[in-house]
């Protein structure tokens, strides 16, 4: 059964654009899958005591996370539902400040440039993606490069 969402083409976005997630808490349950997953058990993420002894005195997140989670957003926003080709590059990305056990984080995606690629079919967006937590203050941000359709498919 094929989804009746569909994301917006190349040619629907525009420079200076704005799109903003909802928001999502980050969870002690989503660190420890994460340091699973990745095999990063680096005791300032998993060890409450040792944690409490660091500059930020309690246990961060995985900076790496916050950009996993941060893709999600970006998807639940449905602006690339069925109409993405491909990720391809994350540049000029920095942790800006801790991601804490129960913080919650949005996104902010804003569209910076636009290039036409006619033989891939569509054409690629560089959004700046700002990842904010529930004080609005941004914890990581950079820039992703993203392949997006034409509605044509040609153009």
């Known amino acids: ?30 660190v420890m899958m994460f340091a699973g997953l990745s095999g990063d058990y680096t005791t300032i993420h998993t060890d409450a005591e040792y944690s409490q002894t660091t500059p ?18 970006a998807a639940r926003t449905g602006v690339m539902e069925g109409t993405v080709i491909a990720f391809r590059e994350i540049t000029d990305w920095k942790f800006r400040s801790p991601l ?28 700046e993606v700002d990842v904010l937590n529930q004080d609005d203050k941004s914890v990581m941000k950079g820039h992703w490069n993203v392949l997006m359709r ?6």
């Open 1 to 30: 059964m094929k989804s009746s969402m569909r994301g917006l083409y190349f040619e629907e976005f525009e420079v200076g654009q704005q799109v903003h997630s909802p928001g999502r808490t980050i969870t002690e349950a989503d």
């Open 56 to 73: 930020f005195g309690q246990r961060v997140a995985h900076g790496l996370l916050g950009m996993a989670i941060a893709s999600g957003l």
């Open 100 to 127: 804490f056990f129960g913080d919650t984080i949005h996104i902010v995606l804003e569209v910076k440039e636009k290039k036409a690629l006619p033989r891939l079919g569509g054409g690629s967006l560089l959004i």
């Open 150 to 155: 034409s509605k044509s498919g040609q153009d």
